[in-house]
């Protein structure tokens, strides 16, 4: 049977060229087999096989146009088109051979681990009696008709008992469908009663043993607080915060001890992001663990001399300990939505397995309000992220005071992440309040706790025993009467849940169980947490630092730790004898997690740079066409996605803007990554580049997939295209982050530049992500104009991060400009890595020179300008390509660094001293960012410098007349060029004047920063 393969549906486009033929008569093809690339102006996109078979004849060469139903060639098939459906879902074996590889590496078996996580023992709760006294009467000052209300909750209460609670929910979402028919349009409120959404005696226990666990966390506490102590009297301005860890103590100690699976040759581990300023916390952990010694403790926050701790989570500074970047508030909730969807992508792609690994979050509720806290919670419940848990620790206060005086934050978070569809575990009140809960039999008591705001809940643990039992219970007789046989301490302890290891271990028991949902626990703490009249609820707690002797004597008696009055004064550290039962109850329990968390490591593979042949056509140039960068490098990923070892690992991340970059081929080549997969036809499936769902990437998303070779021991290359002006500016602190952590991969700030973008304005034309990126140490920058440099610094990146696992992320700008690009010239691929080459060289007359400096699409207003300056001007010039500025001060701010550090030795040149110190004439550089990215060079040249740049707001218009408004067009470069020469007194002045009148050059003009 013979089967024609036609050009399908390609959009709007007609008479598109055909650039590679990738099939000859005789193969044998599959199914989906790329069998020709065609490139229209924006964009080169492949064209699969329709079927499998052997090819016949080729109908086309390269270098037509074809169009919609034109005959690509003819297949001889055998079996038509049926079994082919397997062939396309099977792995291919360069893939497969990596996954096998990736297995390997991390000899995943968790079989040996600890199955306590899974336990389900149910508390024996003789204090709480049955449900439907729980249900039975909630007083409320609206209700009508009390016996009718009685009546309805008796139905509930015994389809909830006898049917079960999902029949009693499925009747209640009845009930309130029919009131909405029927015109009562009062939405379903998302908020459920102020008290603990797991009951007490649905409670799953603890396998701990309650006084050991007790006694090390008491020690953890004391160690925590000393260290910060101790800190700041060797120098106050160390700071520290002792509060946050305080009332953070308990959920962490459970997760240590019961939850997190540490990362070892048998499991991809738990990640944890901890909350940044409980990192006292976490410290005092590792040194109870053996893992920090006193000396290290004493140097927190003191890392400029090697040994000292870091103030807060930061990989790049304890590289092998913290894993996650955190303190920046708002990001480590995101980063680990991120992080969690990351990982279902891995599993989905076969390229880990799914051990039911979980990531955990720890947040602030100040935290809460910064807007990236919540920004991804929609995502995380449309992608059913069951690994991902947030805790957020309600200790209801921030820096400055409450974070929500008036209301109730737990509530408020409740309604949010309900409704985003998450699943909400409430841990209010801690397991001293059960009986009483239990004997609220008027439903009064939880009545006040709705009522009750958080200003008044701080001030409550602020104020003692007696003041909580006047000013709480004492609203309502009766309540004040439940708790008459209460002494005052007793009221005082009633704990609240945060603080309670049972009602913690229940909650992030259910919470590893949940199926199809991200979970949050709300856990109401105290901020300050036993360290009374010192900080303990009060609103300066958080910056407090300090803790005097009495502070320290209370805060030990608090928790019982076993330090004598003098050790105390001392204020000394206790860390047990090693074969005390704390020291061995804590090891062991991490032993059976596995090993110690945090740590951070890892254990991938490099990936072996792709031979040259993948670029070589790069080198060639494109003659008569034209094209962008931008689809130079779409070419270039194409290519890259034949290579075997790259393929699987590459992770192109476009936010929504893949049709603006030309990359809309890939929608069909690689699909776009969704969790559930695609349950829809899209609108234009009969186009070949039609939509798959969904549009994702974040820079969240490329820090997950540029550490995975750490978080999962497997090297990834993610390559996230963003609109440049909405990159580094808009998501600046997650680059720092990237930085902190170590990414590997690139950023690719497409449609860049000032001018390149014609038509869209103010908003999107880029003049300075450049400098963005060159404050990030260990970002490497270029800005390149040709498809060879791309190439050349491209295939670079790939050795340097992937192959040699250097620790620097790329940052590369690429324009949407067309224009043919040259040949490759000789021995420049050393210039393009530094930053600059010579790139041509005019030379006619012989009389004056001027160095021209260009970069990025500004270089090519600098060859033309170059050519009116020989030939209309007499001026002869040399014309550098200057790949980026960045890399160019970095190696002089190094080489001057050591000129002066070793006087009288001899000196080391820059770089760009190297390139143009012998040169002749002075130098004029631009580029399409401002001034200041070209100026970054000239303290490291002794010469006449001048800069041309884009400094300004941008604004819509066409590219011609934008560079003209910015002074970076051929005509303004020529006008200034000679105006410089005349400034140096090589030629009279005349010609500059002449030059700035032909080109109509508006002297008048103001600054376009004025405009
Ligand atoms: C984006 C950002 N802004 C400001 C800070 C400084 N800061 C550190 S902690 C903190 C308050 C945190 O309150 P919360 O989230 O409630 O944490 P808690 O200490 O109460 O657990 C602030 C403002 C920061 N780390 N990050
Ligand atoms: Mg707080």
Redesign the pocket.
């Known amino acids: 049977m013979s089967e024609k393969l036609l050009v399908p549906d390609i959009g709007d486009f007609e008479e598109v060229e055909i650039i590679e033929i990738l099939v000859k008569e005789g193969d044998k093809i599959s199914k989906n087999d790329p069998v020709i690339t065609l490139e229209s102006d924006k964009s080169s996109v492949e064209v699969p096989s329709a079927f499998e078979g052997v090819v016949d004849s080729i109908n086309i060469k390269i270098g037509d146009k074809v169009s919609k139903g034109d005959l690509i060639l003819t297949l001889s098939s055998e079996n038509g088109t049926q079994q082919k459906q397997e062939t396309i879902e099977k792995i291919p074996p360069a893939t497969e051979k990596i996954i096998a590889e990736a297995e390997n590496s991390n000899g995943y078996n968790n079989s040996e681990l600890d199955t306590s996580v899974h336990k389900e023992i149910k508390v024996e709760n003789t204090q709480v009696e049955e449900h439907n006294e729980r249900l039975e009467i909630v007083e409320n000052n609206n209700d009508i008709d009390p016996q009718e209300t009685k009546e309805w909750l008796e139905s509930l209460s015994a389809v909830v008992h006898s049917e079960g609670p999902e029949r009693a929910h499925f009747l209640i979402k009845q009930l309130i469908d029919q009131a909405y028919k029927e015109g009562s349009n009062i939405p379903y409120t998302q908020n459920t009663p102020y008290i603990n959404t797991i009951p007490a005696d649905e409670e799953i226990k603890s396998p701990g043993d309650q006084n050991i666990e007790r006694k090390i966390r008491a020690l953890i506490r004391w160690n925590s607080a000393v260290m910060v102590v101790r800190a700041n009297m060797r120098d106050p301005s160390l700071g520290g915060h002792i509060g946050t860890f305080a009332s953070a103590a308990t959920l962490y100690d459970i997760g240590m001890n019961h939850f997190w699976r540490a990362k070892s040759n048998k499991f991809g581990g738990d990640l944890i992001y901890f909350q940044g300023h409980s990192a006292p916390g976490i410290y005092a952990r590792a040194f109870l663990e053996g893992r920090l010694d006193e000396k290290q403790l004493d140097r927190f926050r003191q890392e400029v001399y090697p040994g000292g701790l870091s103030s807060y989570p930061h990989p790049w500074l304890m590289p092998k300990f913290w894993q996650f970047p955190t303190v920046s508030m708002g990001l480590g909730p995101m980063m680990a939505t991120y992080q969690a969807r990351f990982m279902k992508y891995l599993i989905n792609r076969k390229l880990i397995k799914d051990e039911n690994r979980k990531v955990w979050s720890f947040l602030?509720?100040?935290e809460i309000d910064e807007p990236e806290a919540l920004g991804s919670i929609g995502l995380a419940a449309r992608e059913k992220l069951d690994n991902l848990i947030y805790v957020v620790?309600c200790?209801?206060?921030?820096l400055d005071g409450p974070?929500r005086g008036n209301g109730k934050i737990i509530q408020e978070l409740e309604g949010i992440f309900r409704g985003a569809g998450w699943n909400v575990i409430k841990v209010i009140w801690g397991s001293y309040w059960d009986p009483l809960l239990a004997n609220d039999k008027s439903g009064l008591l939880v009545k006040r706790m709705n009522e009750a705001v958080d200003g008044e809940y701080q001030a409550f643990k602020a104020k003692g025993g007696l003041y909580v039992r006047d000013n709480f219970f004492g609203k309502y007789p009766e309540l004040k009467n439940l708790v008459a046989s209460y002494t005052d301490s007793d009221i005082w302890k009633l704990n609240r849940g945060g603080h309670d290891p049972h009602k913690v271990y229940a909650a992030y028991h259910k919470a590893i169980n949940t199926k199809d949902r991200p979970t949050v626990i709300l856990a109401k703490t105290i901020?300050g947490y036993g360290m009374g009249k010192s900080g303990e609820s009060i609103n300066t707690t958080h910056q407090q630092k300090k803790l005097g002797v009495d502070d320290l004597l209370y805060y030990r008696d608090r928790f019982d730790v076993p330090l004598t009055d003098e050790q105390v004064k001392n204020i000394e550290y206790f860390r047990p004898d090693e074969n005390s039962e704390e020291i061995k109850y804590l090891k062991k329990r991490r032993l059976a997690l596995g090993g110690y968390i945090p740590e951070r490591s890892s254990f991938s593979k490099p990936i072996k740079t792709p031979s040259n042949d993948i670029f070589d056509f790069m080198k060639k140039s494109t003659g008569e066409k034209e094209m962008s960068t931008t689809m130079a490098l779409v070419r270039m990923l194409t290519n890259l996605l034949r290579d075997k070892n790259v393929a699987p690992r590459l992770v192109p991340i476009i936010p929504d803007e893949a049709r603006t970059f030309g990359m809309e081929g890939f929608f069909q080549k690689i699909g776009i990554y969704a969790h559930e997969g695609q349950k829809y036809e899209p609108e234009d499936s009969a186009q070949l580049s039609s939509y798959k769902e969904e549009k994702s990437g974040s820079m969240a998303s490329w820090i997950s997939a540029g550490t995975s070779y750490s978080n999962h021991d497997i090297e990834m290359i993610p390559i996230y295209l963003f609109y440049s002006m909405f990159g580094f500016q808009r998501t600046g602190d997650f680059a720092w982050a990237a930085g902190d952590s170590q990414t590997r991969g690139f950023l690719i700030g497409a449609t860049a530049g000032r001018t390149t973008l014609a038509g869209e304005g103010l908003q999107h034309q880029d003049g300075h992500s450049h400098l963005l990126a060159s404050t990030i140490p260990n970002c490497v920058s270029y800005d390149p104009t040709f498809h060879y440099e791309l190439a050349t610094i491209f295939k670079e990146g790939l050795r340097r991060m992937h192959e040699k696992h250097e620790n620097i992320f790329y940052y590369i700008t690429t324009m949407n400009e067309n224009y043919s690009h040259p040949e490759m010239p000789k021995d420049c691929e050393e210039g393009i890595l530094k930053g600059m080459y010579k790139i041509k060289d005019f030379s006619k007359n012989k009389k004056n020179k001027i160095q021209l400096l260009g970069s990025g699409t500004i270089l090519r207003e600098m060859i033309e300008a170059a050519e009116i300056l020989q030939n209309e001007y007499q001026v002869d010039s040399e014309v550098w390509s200057v790949t980026s500025f960045n890399e160019l001060r970095r190696d002089g701010l190094e080489t001057e660094r050591y000129n002066l550090l070793n006087p009288g030795g001899e000196k080391k040149i820059s770089y760009v001293e190297k390139c143009l110190g012998k040169t002749e004439g002075p130098i004029l550089a631009a580029s399409d960012y401002m001034r200041m990215n070209s100026d970054q060079i000239r303290p490291y040249i002794n010469k006449s410098f001048y800069s041309l740049g884009t400094d300004g707001f941008g604004r819509s218009d066409t590219r011609k007349n934008l560079r003209k408004f910015f002074e970076v067009d051929k005509e303004h470069i020529v006008a200034y060029g000679l105006s410089i020469l005349s400034n140096e007194q090589l030629i009279a002045s005349k010609h500059a004047v002449d030059a700035i009148k032909k080109y109509k050059i508006d002297k008048d003009k103001p600054m376009p920063t004025k405009l």
Do not use: A, E, F, I
Request: overall charge positive.
């Open positions: 602030g509720d100040g620790n200790n209801l206060q921030r974070v901020k």
